[in-house]
């Protein structure tokens, strides 16, 4: 089939993702609507995970608003939760057929290279470097980089104040570089961002860095402790993960975010997670034209 025709077909799809209830959306108290006998060109990954209703997607376990798995419960939450399962929906899966994958910033290009996962909504910033060896489509999130201190610290009011200072982030991000590049900072690599705000209380590192809508969720969980200061310093385009070179695939995702914008499910995406910080809502994303590779 056809580029141009795989494009309108995939919109035909997403246009039948609608408000009304279909389900509850694994904890995001956002209902969404699954598609019911969608049709997707043969041999297409869409039709094979239509085919088998089922579908693999990997997810931060330690975000919380973004992607947050709650020591004890089944079920992750988070704004990546509610995108994927909207996702999901378009190719006719059910929320609870959805399995969720927990997928840290090092791991996540060879998770899709090796098919340990089949999409990835996991706070991935949108970078040249990682569209060559993984497909990348969006954005359909656009936050920045900024920086999480302890209360009791006041030497840190920026990335100004960063020279010299140990920073945490996880290994595998864009962050660290970018605080060492710009402002001298000391980097401090931990796998998850869970052990850096750990480390943070600890005093064994003066800041953590990465983007602020992760950062405002920790500052939520404990706000006497911790804060967020300074304006952000970056600009990061979350992408959806998956194998390098389906433009179908592609196509069909960019669809599916631009229909979630158009009929108020992204907006209800974000109210029902990030929105409970106190984040103020962004600027609803402009998606990338996809490539042929």
């Known amino acids: ?75 992750p939450t988070g704004f990546d939760v509610a995108m994927g399962e909207i996702i999901a929906a378009g190719m006719g899966i059910k929320p609870e057929n959805i399995e969720w994958v927990e997928t840290v910033s090092k791991n996540r290009e060879a998770f899709l290279q090796k098919g340990t996962v089949d999409l990835i909504l996991a706070s991935y910033s949108i970078t040249d470097e990682r569209r060559q060896v993984v497909g990348q489509a969006g954005p359909y999130y656009v936050t920045g980089q900024g920086l999480l201190v302890r209360k009791d610290d006041t030497s840190i009011k920026s990335g100004n104040d960063l020279k010299g200072k140990k920073v945490c982030s996880v290994t595998g991000s864009t962050s660290l570089k970018q605080v060492e590049d710009l402002y001298g900072a000391k980097p401090a690599p931990f796998g998850s961002y869970s052990e850096c705000v750990t480390q943070l209380k600890n005093k064994s590192v003066d800041a953590v860095t990465t983007d602020e809508a992760i950062l405002f969720g920790y500052a939520a969980e404990d706000p006497d402790t911790l804060t967020t200061v300074g304006k952000p310093f970056s600009e990061e385009r979350y992408g959806i993960g998956f194998k390098h070179g389906d433009t179908a695939m592609c196509n069909y995702l960019t669809d599916t975010i631009n229909a979630s914008v158009k009929d108020g499910m992204w907006k209800k995406a974000f109210d029902a997670t990030l929105g409970k910080s106190n984040l103020p809502a962004p600027a609803a994303p402009k998606t990338d034209a996809c490539s042929a590779a």
């Open 1 to 75: 089939m056809l580029k141009g025709s795989l494009r309108l077909l995939g919109a035909g799809i997403v246009a039948a993702l609608a408000l009304s209830a279909c389900g509850s959306s694994g904890g995001n108290e956002i209902d969404v609507k699954v598609a019911e006998n969608p049709q997707f060109a043969a041999g297409t990954s869409m039709a094979k995970f239509n085919e088998a209703q089922k579908i693999k997607i990997g997810i931060k376990f330690d975000q919380p608003g973004i992607g947050y798995k709650k020591p004890g419960t089944d079920t």
